[in-house]
């Protein structure tokens, strides 16, 4: 029970000033979930990473961030789905501040698609006081 409140904050880090529904909560911690047991992250890298320290380049970290990241659709295989994430981010924050965290972060590459995905995670939260 305590590693999924500790998935549940990792998941709220990224997008902490928005102003998700209880739907949207569900969804995310529900994906975190599953994504956290598919992945096998142990509740030391989940506290890392919700603390925002990207050191540890364990794969399974970095497929965590891939599989949520799927999950909720803004990533398919590696490539970032612009327009879905405008979707889901526009209207709790404003199309123009996504828009500009997406021109800083959405060209990101990384050696493969869970790479691709840790780094765009990176960015996203280290661009996150402007969403």
Known sequence: MKFLIVLSAILAISFAELQLSDEQK???HANGALCAQQEGVT???AIALRNGNFGDSDPKV???ANCFLEKT?????????PAVVLAKLGPLVGEDTVKAVQAK??????????DTAFQLFQC???NRAQI
């Open 43 to 45: 509740k030391d890298q």
């Open 124 to 126: 996203y939260y280290k």
């Open 62 to 64: 970095k497929c965590f």
């Open 105 to 114: 972060c959405d060209s990101t590459k990384g050696a493969d698609k869970c």
């Open 73 to 81: 659709g803004f990533l398919i295989d590696g490539e970032v789905q």
């Open 26 to 28: 569900a969804v995310a």
